[in-house]
C-alpha cells in the first residue's frame, strides 16, 4: 500500500471515538505512513484524571476545566502554524469532546457555566474538513481498556461508557456544515491487521460532502 493510492484534499483531519475505540493508535498509524503532522492529546498529564475516576463528583468540574485548557491551548499552537514539509494534520480528537464529556459529568449550574466558556473560545478554532467517529460497542470498549492496562481507567463503568457513546452521537447530529464520517469498526483490527487497516483507510480517504456518512466495514469488504 503507498500513498499515492489514498492522496486527501483535507487538510485537517480529526479521528474521534469513545474511551477505548483506538482512535490515538489509529491517528499515529496514519500520520507516520503519510508524514502528516500528528495532534495527540495530552491526557497523561492531567493530574486531576486518576482523582475523577475515584470520586467523580468532586473532581469533574477541576477536570473538565483542566482538559478544556489544555485542549485549546495545543490546538491554538499547533494548527496555526503550517508546516511545509507535512501533507495534512491529523488530530486524535475534536475540542468538541470537551462538552460532550462536561455534560455527562457535571451538574446543570456547573454545565451552563462551562458551556458559555467553550462557546467563547470556540471562535479562534478552526473546524476539521473531515471528522471521523470510530463507533465501537461497550463490551469491545471494555476489552480494549483492560488491554491497555491504563489502572485509573479499570473501574469505568459500562453505563458511563453508554453515556458517552449516546453524547458523542447526539452532538454529531447537531453540527452543521461539518464532513462526518462513522465508522462501525467492532469487526475490525485495524492496528494489527494490515488489510482491516486498509479497509479503514479507503473509506477515510474518500470524497465527502458536508452532513453525516455511516459505514459498517464487513471483513470481507472490499469497499
Given at each position: 500500500m ?47 484524571l ?27 499552537d499547533q ?47 478552526p ?51 461539518q ?8 469487526n ?36
Open positions: 503507498t500513498t499515492e493510492n489514498h492522496r486527501t484534499s483535507y487538510n485537517f483531519i480529526c479521528i474521534e471515538g469513545n474511551i477505548g475505540a483506538g482512535k490515538t493508535s489509529l491517528a499515529s498509524k496514519i500520520a507516520e505512513q503519510f508524514n502528516a503532522k500528528l495532534i495527540l492529546e495530552q491526557f497523561e498529564d492531567n493530574p486531576f486518576p482523582k475523577f475516576y475515584n470520586d467523580q463528583d468532586k473532581y469533574a468540574f477541576p477536570l473538565e476545566l483542566s482538559f478544556l485548557a489544555s485542549r485549546y491551548q495545543q490546538l491554538i494548527l496555526a502554524p503550517q508546516d511545509l514539509f507535512k501533507t495534512f494534520t491529523i488530530s486524535d480528537y475534536l475540542i468538541d469532546k470537551s462538552l460532550i464529556f462536561a455534560k455527562n459529568t457535571l451538574h446543570e449550574d456547573e454545565y451552563n457555566l462551562y458551556a458559555k466558556l467553550f462557546n467563547i473560545m470556540m471562535g479562534a478554532l473546524r476539521p474538513d473531515l471528522l471521523v467517529y470510530l463507533y465501537v460497542n461497550v463490551e469491545r470498549l471494555q476489552g480494549n481498556i483492560r488491554k491497555r492496562g491504563r489502572s485509573y481507567e479499570q473501574q469505568i463503568e459500562d453505563n458511563y461508557l453508554e453515556r458517552i457513546q449516546a453524547g458523542y452521537l447526539e452532538h454529531l447530529r447537531l453540527l452543521q456544515n464532513r462526518i464520517l462513522i465508522i462501525d469498526t467492532n475490525l483490527d485495524f492496528i494489527n491487521n494490515e488489510g482491516d487497516y486498509k479497509l479503514v483507510l479507503d473509506c477515510i480517504f474518500s470524497n465527502y460532502t458536508p452532513g453525516i456518512h455511516r459505514i459498517v466495514i464487513e471483513k470481507d469488504s472490499q469497499k
